[in-house]
């Protein structure tokens, strides 16, 4: 019996094979002064691989202003501990 990742992956797949082929039909894309024709077979492709790009790219720069602490050792006092800090009035 096969892997059930590889069995979804699989129907995924044909799914989106039949999706590209019932959509083979010509559309014109117009954004402000520009247009282009061309087959929605190539277009949703082409859209979906845009979008992954832009979560990849806008991913990777977030990752970089993002600041990361460094582990506190468990044996140290910290301050958010109730008995470190002491009573409090």
């Known amino acids: 019996m096969k892997n059930p990742k590889v069995i979804a992956g699989l129907v995924i797949g044909v799914l989106f094979l039949i999706f590209l082929f019932q959509n083979m039909d010509e559309v014109a894309l117009r954004l402000y002064f520009w247009q282009v024709s061309m087959s929605k077979i190539i277009l949703v492709p082409l859209a979906i691989l845009i979008g ?10 977030a990752g970089k202003h993002r600041k990361t602490r460094p582990a506190e050792d468990p044996h140290s006092p910290s301050s958010s501990s109730p008995d470190a800090s002491g009573p409090k009035p």
Do not use: Y
């Open 52 to 61: 992954f790009v832009a979560g990849f790219v806008v991913a990777k720069i």
